[in-house]
Nanobody, 122 residues
């Protein structure tokens, strides 16, 4: 099995910055993608940013130019650097990964972290 553990959430003022981290651990053969989703109260979970193994990166339009996703493949870790934060960025942020745990074509699963709260407020 694989575990995703997030860290770095907290309270920040509008215009401030915050960096989230997510480390994947366990039986990892190959990571296809690591990314971040968020869910605000009353809203559906939405994609924030994703980084795939081919180097492709996608961002939600609402965070382009403000958030940066990066990976440390040696540490199986993905980061989300958030700047120019707005109150509407307030949400629980979840790490997401598509990870192979063996070499078989169907030997992969989708994994989620437990979530970390980000609150943007004066």
């Amino acid at each position: 099995q694989v575990q995703l553990v997030e860290s770095g959430g907290g309270l920040v003022q509008p215009g401030g910055s915050l960096t989230l981290s997510c480390e994947a651990s366990g039986t990892i053969f190959r990571i296809v993608s690591l990314g971040w989703y968020r869910q605000a109260p009353g809203n559906q979970r939405e994609l924030v940013a994703v980084s795939n193994s081919g180097g492709g990166i996608n961002y939600a339009d609402s965070v382009k130019g403000r958030f940066t996703i990066s990976r440390d493949n040696a540490r199986n870790t993905v980061y989300l650097q958030m700047s120019s934060l707005k109150p509407e960025d307030t949400a629980v942020y979840y790490c997401n990964g598509y990870i192979y745990h063996n070499h078989n074509a169907n030997g992969w699963n989708e994994y989620w972290g437990q979530g970390t709260q980000v609150t943007v407020s004066a």
